[in-house]
């Protein structure tokens, strides 16, 4: 009972399930505590959002290594910052140009803000950088570029500079789907079969056209959007 009580109040030395049992109990207050604070932590999407990941995996490991720290106030800190963190991304829908940062405009009708650089602290190699690698390689084909508060750069191109699509050809349009997993590890999900119309007897025929005798030799089968089966072992 005596080192239970240390594993959670902290001791100068702690036995090693001891520090198994720190480590994991941690571990779940932390997908308990993420979970609550929803995607929104997980992308890391505002300032506070990365101050409150930072801090509570600190806190955390420290809490993990130090057998004298105590485990109930790192639980409880972890939960008070998930806390804090709701709390501050309700403000943030709430009032988003009083809490959080705003998107900050780097090019304007095809003409860089030397300000707006200098007050987000861009350089012009960093902001070429990312223009590169949203397959903007030339200055002259950028209309906007918008530093987001996520820290990203959107770029959006010059009409001229923009990829052929199947509406300027005047195409009728593609349809697009997800496609529809039917077997996975030799297991067929019968739900997405019946709710596509087709039955087991169906699949079996289109997996021995691709050279497979049962289910059970499939890995995943999915039905695409064109209609073809794609199946890989």
Same mark, same amino acid.
Do not use: C, D
């Given at each position: 009972m005596g080192e !239970?009580? +240390? &594993?959670?109040?902290g001791a100068k030395e702690l036995p090693l399930w001891g520090f198994v049992l720190r480590a994991t109990l941690l571990y779940f207050a932390l997908?308990?505590?993420?979970?609550?604070?929803?995607?929104?932590?997980?992308s890391i999407l505002a300032g506070h959002n990365y101050l409150v990941a930072a801090g509570i995996m600190? !806190?955390? +490991? &420290?809490?993990?290594?130090n057998a004298e720290a105590s485990l109930t106030s790192a639980?409880?800190?972890?939960f008070a910052y998930a806390g804090v963190n709701v709390l501050y991304s309700y403000l943030d829908i709430k009032w988003p140009k009083a809490i959080d940062r705003g998107p900050v405009m780097l090019i304007e009708n095809g003409r860089i803000n030397k300000k707006n650089l200098l007050d987000t602290h861009v350089t012009i190699d960093n902001l070429l950088g990312q223009l590169r690698l949203k397959a903007a390689h030339n200055l002259s084909e950028v209309a906007y570029a918008?530093?987001?508060p996520t820290g990203k750069i959107s770029v959006i191109k010059k009409s001229p500079t923009l990829p052929l699509?199947?509406?300027?050809?005047?195409?009728?349009?593609?349809?697009?789907?997800l496609p529809a997993l039917l077997v996975h590890d030799?297991?067929?999900d019968e739900e997405n079969l019946n709710m596509l119309g087709f039955d087991l007897n169906w699949l079996k025929s289109k997996l021995a056209e691709k050279g497979f005798g049962r289910p059970e030799e499939v890995f995943v089968a999915a039905l695409q959007a064109d209609g073809a089966?794609?199946?890989?072992?």
């Open positions: !239970l009580q +240390a &594993v959670f109040s997908i308990i505590g993420i979970r609550w604070m929803g995607h929104r932590e997980v600190s !806190l955390s +490991a &420290v809490r993990m290594v639980l409880l800190i972890v918008v530093l987001e699509t199947r509406q300027h050809m005047n195409l009728p349009a593609k349809y697009v789907a030799g297991q067929v089966i794609y199946v890989s072992a």
